[in-house]
T-cell receptor, first 110, second 111 residues
Framework: NAGVTQTPKFQVLKTGQSMTLQCAQD?????MYWYRQDPGMGLRLIYY???????DKGEVPNGYNVSRLNKREFSLRLESAAPSQTSVYFC?????????FGSGTRLTVV | GENVEQHPSTLSVQEGDSAVIKCTYS??????FPWYKQELGKGPQLIID?????GEKKDQRIAVTLNKTAKHFSLHITETQPEDSAVYFC??????????FGTGTRLKVLA
């Protein structure tokens, strides 16, 4: 009963490096999301995928790209990391109401 | 743009007392309002939700109330226990797939 699995859990990047955050869900949900969480700012939507084959921008998409690889997997890519992208990243999935969140990736860009 | 305001940002209560967290939303089209609990080092977990056609919903020690006219909704936790200590987030639906989250309330239950 894994739910939403995110990898890695922790990552340190140098400015300008690239990386991909992975997310997979085993609940057969249609919709998947990427949020970032910063102190005092709550959760802000980066990108979402309403269904397999579609992706859309959220509130803060700049500097990120996503891929909905199949129904299970939704990845988030940072092409050229910046210190402003230091954050905790959460993937979530949903079918009708309410999200199921993963346990997060803590990313530090130095 | 649409936003959700959440108060207070921190709340300390004695074990056994009640805790109330309040949220105000701006989008009159919002029709679904979930609450999430986030424990340290974990992702947020849905604890209760309410739809706009319902004024109140209760699940054991937690309840949520909604006032659509005033555009505010509240989380009520009764008989608080140390394991209720966490950060709580409210959210309001934005369209079909998205939510706008509040900034969170850190609840501390003092033994």
């Amino acid at each position: 009963n894994a739910g939403v699995t995110q990898t890695p859990k922790f990552q340190v990047l140098k400015t300008g490096q690239s990386m991909t955050l992975q997310c997979a869900q085993d609940m057969n949900h249609n919709s998947m999301y990427w949020y970032r969480q910063d102190p005092g700012m709550g959760l802000r939507l980066i990108y979402y995928s309403a269904s397999e084959g579609t992706t859309d921008k959220g509130e803060v998409p700049n500097g990120y790209n996503v891929s909905r690889l199949n129904k299970r997997e939704f990845s988030l890519r940072l092409e050229s990391a910046a210190p402003s992208q230091t954050s905790v990243y959460f993937c979530a999935s949903s079918e009708v109401d309410g999200y199921t969140f993963g346990s997060g990736t803590r990313l530090t860009v130095v | 743009g649409e936003n959700v305001e959440q108060h207070p940002s921190t709340l300390s209560v004695q074990e056994g007392d009640s805790a109330v967290i309040k949220c105000t939303y701006s989008d009159s089209a919002s029709n679904y309002f979930p609450w999430y609990k986030q424990e340290l080092g974990k992702g947020p977990q849905l604890i209760i939700d309410i739809r706009s056609n319902v004024g109140e919903k209760k699940d054991q020690r937690i309840a949520v109330t909604l006032n659509k006219t005033a555009k505010h909704f509240s989380l009520h936790i009764t008989e608080t226990q140390p394991e209720d200590s966490a950060v709580y987030f409210c959210a309001a639906s934005k369209g079909t797939y998205k939510y706008i989250f509040g900034t969170g309330t850190r609840l501390k239950v003092l033994a």
